[in-house]
């Protein structure tokens, strides 16, 4: 995987169900956007709130949308080792490209760095044959997931499995530059954080960011100009996103809330409801949220929402 690849928002009916229509228009705009890829049901989709069957069907409609247009990378997340491979077969049914183990959620006891390598070796290696050629990747984020894997457990777990082949970080550029040279120009290192520290990122050797689709597009933008060595035209338009990027960035709550919001309004469409958000959108938070959406303007191909007008 490289470049930067929008993973979806969740989104959701007045009734409270996924919104279908949504949902297509989201993998419809990045296609246009010119994306490398499109990512699903990670912490962007609200993957915790979300059934079974509702993570199923996003796969089934993503790869529907997407149509063979670009490749699909699904997050697998689930309690067992079993329950993964079973989401991951869906997935691979689906005609997934690239697959992120998510580590499972902890329990009342925090999970060991040995127990998640025996974990993380379990699903790999069911795998492996389920399906050889397909690239796997952990998420190592335990700023946002609270549990993660050092360089040793990876050095080994990559020694064991053939088919892990990439990492997806969520940590500070000076953290991600010490896991891009432990486990070697080889093996591709994405990072996170809605893009906070892109430049920095790049520049410390990832490979690419998966992010949510706020500003993807324009990260896109600063990724192509920094790899032609045009470094001051990417920093300008870097700092023209960042006031946005550090907006939505600030929690989870605060990107699937007001950072969804953003990207809709940017696709021509609303948020109709917010899934059990411990924080709710506010007069304020809106006010700013449209705000950044008309000085980022409309997603290629789209008409800004009246919302944000």
Same mark, same amino acid.
């Given at each position: 995987?490289? =470049? /930067? *690849?929008?993973?979806?928002?969740?989104?959701?009916?007045?009734?409270?169900?996924?919104?279908?229509?949504?949902?297509? *228009?989201?993998?419809?705009?990045?296609?246009?956007? =010119?994306?490398?890829?499109?990512?699903?049901?990670?912490?962007?989709?609200?993957?915790?709130?979300?059934?079974?069957?509702?993570?199923?069907?996003?796969?089934? *409609?993503?790869?529907?949308?997407?149509?063979? +247009?670009?490749?699909?990378?699904?997050?697998?997340?689930?309690?067992?080792?079993?329950?993964?491979?079973?989401?991951?077969?869906?997935?691979?049914?689906?005609?997934?490209?690239?697959?992120?183990?998510?580590?499972? !959620?902890?329990? #009342?006891?925090?999970?060991?760095?040995?127990?998640?390598?025996?974990?993380?070796?379990?699903? &790999?290696?069911?795998?492996?044959?389920?399906?050889?050629?397909?690239?796997?990747?952990?998420?190592?984020?335990?700023?946002?997931?609270?549990?993660?894997?050092?360089?040793?457990?990876?050095?080994?777990?990559?020694?064991?499995?053939?088919?892990?082949?990439?990492?997806?970080?969520?940590?500070?550029?000076?953290? /991600? #530059?010490?896991?891009?040279?432990?486990?070697?120009?080889?093996? !591709?290192?994405?990072?996170?954080?809605?893009?906070? #520290?892109?430049?920095?990122?790049?520049?410390?050797?990832?490979?690419?960011?998966?992010?949510? !689709?706020?500003?993807?597009?324009?990260?896109?933008?600063?990724?192509?100009?920094?790899?032609?060595? #045009? /470094?001051?035209?990417?920093?300008?338009?870097?700092?023209?996103? &960042?006031?946005?990027?550090?907006?939505?960035?600030?929690?989870?709550?605060?990107?699937?809330?007001?950072?969804?919001?953003?990207? +809709? *309004?940017?696709?021509?469409?609303?948020?109709?409801?917010?899934?059990?958000?411990?924080?709710?959108?506010? !007069?304020?938070?809106?006010?700013?949220?449209?705000?950044?959406?008309?000085?980022?303007?409309?997603?290629?191909?789209?008409? &800004?929402?009246?919302?944000?007008?």
């Amino acid at each position: 995987m490289h =470049g /930067i *690849w929008p993973i979806l928002y969740a989104h959701f009916s007045r009734a409270g169900h996924l919104d279908r229509q949504a949902m297509r *228009w989201q993998v419809q705009t990045a296609v246009r956007s =010119g994306s490398p890829g499109v990512a699903i049901l990670g912490l962007a989709t609200e993957v915790n709130k979300l059934t079974v069957q509702e993570k199923h069907d996003v796969i089934a *409609w993503t790869a529907e949308d997407l149509a063979g +247009a670009a490749p699909m990378a699904v997050t697998i997340s689930g309690p067992t080792a079993q329950a993964q491979l079973e989401l991951a077969q869906v997935a691979l049914a689906s005609g997934a490209h690239y697959l992120v183990l998510q580590p499972p !959620p902890r329990k #009342e006891a925090p999970i060991t760095q040995e127990e998640l390598e025996a974990f993380f070796q379990l699903v &790999l290696s069911g795998l492996a044959k389920m399906s050889p050629d397909t690239p796997v990747g952990i998420q190592n984020a335990p700023e946002f997931l609270g549990i993660g894997l050092d360089a040793v457990a990876l050095a080994r777990l990559r020694s064991r499995c053939a088919n892990l082949r990439f990492l997806k970080g969520e940590a500070p550029a000076v953290i /991600i #530059e010490r896991t891009v040279q432990s486990v070697g120009p080889q093996f !591709p290192v994405l990072n996170g954080r809605g893009g906070m #520290e892109l430049i920095d990122n790049l520049r410390a050797g990832c490979s690419g960011m998966i992010v949510a !689709p706020d500003c993807a597009f324009e990260q896109a933008q600063i990724a192509d100009l920094y790899s032609k060595g #045009e /470094i001051e035209q990417a920093q300008a338009q870097y700092e023209r996103v &960042l006031p946005t990027i550090t907006f939505v960035m600030q929690s989870l709550e605060t990107l699937v809330v007001y950072g969804k919001r953003i990207a +809709a *309004w940017r696709c021509g469409m609303d948020v109709h409801h917010d899934r059990q958000c411990a924080l709710m959108p506010s !007069p304020f938070g809106l006010a700013a949220a449209r705000r950044f959406a008309r000085q980022l303007g409309p997603l290629p191909g789209c008409t &800004l929402h009246q919302d944000a007008t």
